[in-house]
């Protein structure tokens, strides 16, 4: 073992040198032969070979240095083997700079490392740099940072702080280190920086939170399921992009829509890979559900009325949000998707619908009210928010009744439930609907926390 290393080693060496450079061309020889000598010494005295114990533990490390000093006393002389060479052709940090990553670092630098080689690249330039990100991530390490790994393809502020260690790093080195960033970044599957896609802002945040969630989950050896989660978010950021340039409709404004809504983000996606030439894995299932609504591969199916009105409520709530109002998008998602589930539990039972009695008589509402227990003790709690379904349904019935649009919303400024004026609010002071308190009049319902929001504290009866 000890010959094959040595001589792959030399010829790998020889082959860097010109025909003319006959002194470098001995030099390379002689530390060949001399480190055939000492392998012939270990063998004679019945010890292990280098091979064996070059890159291995401290112990046998340690072992190797003992018999390199025996054997230096027998010749009585000391014969230049060049250990750290061989460990580094063997692909080992070279001991003389050694460096303490983060584990989740070592591992991903390692791997590239590996990959690297494995094509073929420069083995000088591929050792180069992993020796830097081990030094850059051993750094961070010492002063207390986070990782590469744990931010190279994170949030804008993860990669902005990364970028600043980064700085910070080579400042104290004096010297302009490299460590390939980017190519690490891609190695993990993320899109190169050099090649970013500009995705709407609301898809961008939601993405980046959806992806900070899942690799959260991953152990620092997941490095498989990391890259296929970096890759899932790249494929988002770049249908956000062909949306935008486009001039559709973002992600995070259809994926819990309507029906129309999501049916044209369905078409959006479909020309979309039609754009492409091939199929593109986004995942639109699994980031709606992150939102809080039901995975449509279970959706449920409330009766056509109840479907309606539930829908026609989340257009209404959501057209309320800006683009960076990431979780209260989801609080209404989860909210809506409760409705559609009690909805379908009542089509399944035989019961009549939500919208066929919310506002009915006494015992019909007394009913709805009878029907919602039992379907507590059958399903579990599910917050359905009556009041906010009532509310909005009497406006609908009395714009109806006076000629409007039917729909709130319907093109105008959102208003109603957020105390703002519009074309509804002279119902207010005709028609029985509930009023917001006033001490929060001119708030918005969705700027209240969840648990104000989806109970119905800030709603008079």
Known sequence: DDALIIDALANEERSKLRPVSTSKRNV??????????????????GRESIASRLTGSDQQQQSLKDDYSNFTNAEGKRISVSFDRLRQYLGAESQLKQHDPHP?????????????????????????????????????????????????????????????????????????????????????GAESQLKQHNPYPDDALMIDSFTKEELSKLGSDSSSKRKSVLNLASNKRRFSDWLRKKGRGSIASRLTGSDQQQ???????????????????VSLDRLRQYLGAESQLKQHNPYPDDALMIDSFANEELSKLGSDSTSQRIVVSKLVSNQRKFGDWLQTRGRESIASRLNGSDQQQWSLKKDYQDFTEDMGKHTISFKRLRQYQQVVEANAASGLS???ASGREPAGLDGRSDSRAEFRSTSPL????????????????????????????
Do not use: C
């Open 104 to 188: 989740d670092d070592a591992l991903i630098i390692d791997a590239l490392a590996n990959e690297e080689r494995s094509k073929l690249r420069p083995a000088a330039t591929s050792r180069k740099n992993a020796s830097n990100q081990r030094k850059f991530s051993a750094w961070l390490k010492r002063e207390g940072r986070e990782s590469i790994v744990s931010r190279l393809t994170g949030t804008d502020e993860q990669q902005r702080s990364l970028q600043e260690d980064f700085r910070a790093f080579t400042k104290e080195e004096g010297k302009k280190v490299v460590v390939s960033l980017d190519r690490l970044r891609q190695y993990l």
């Open 28 to 45: 390379v020889w002689n530390m060949a032969s001399n480190q055939r000598r000492f392998s012939d010494w270990l063998q004679r005295e």
């Open 263 to 281: 049916r044209s983000l369905k078409d959006d996606l479909r020309a979309f890979t039609k754009a492409e030439g091939k199929r593109i894995n």
């Open 406 to 408: 039917p729909e709130p």
């Open 434 to 461: 509930q009023q917001v308190d006033p001490s929060i009049e001119g708030r918005s319902g969705l700027s209240l926390d969840h648990i104000e929001w989806l109970g119905d504290q800030h709603i008079q009866t």
